[in-house]
């Protein structure tokens, strides 16, 4: 995954989901366990990735999420990751 692939799919409005609703997407997820996972986002190398925040409230993008459970975001590559 190149840097620019991360920004054609972040561009995407499409692929940005509310953070509360991630959990009713992805029903394998609990709405606490999503709350605490991105409250940590910073503990979890490229996690912020793919978390954005707007205003009071938190957005993830999807597609980004998948690729970071998979641990092939460019910053998992090659280092520590979780």
């Known amino acids: 995954m190149t840097f ?4 054609t799919i972040a561009q995407d409005l499409n692929n940005w989901q509310p ?6 997407s ?3 997820f609990t709405p606490t ?11 979890h190398t490229g996690l912020s990735t793919c ?5 009071k409230r938190g957005y993830v993008c999807i597609p980004l999420f ?6 092939q975001l460019p910053e998992q590559q090659g280092g520590d990751h979780e």
């Open 4 to 7: 620019d692939q991360i920004v």
């Open 19 to 24: 953070q509360t609703e991630v959990a009713k």
């Open 26 to 28: 992805f029903p394998q």
């Open 33 to 43: 366990q999503i709350k605490r996972l991105f409250w940590q986002r910073d503990q």
């Open 51 to 55: 978390y954005r925040q707007v205003g």
């Open 66 to 71: 998948g690729l970071w459970l998979a641990s």
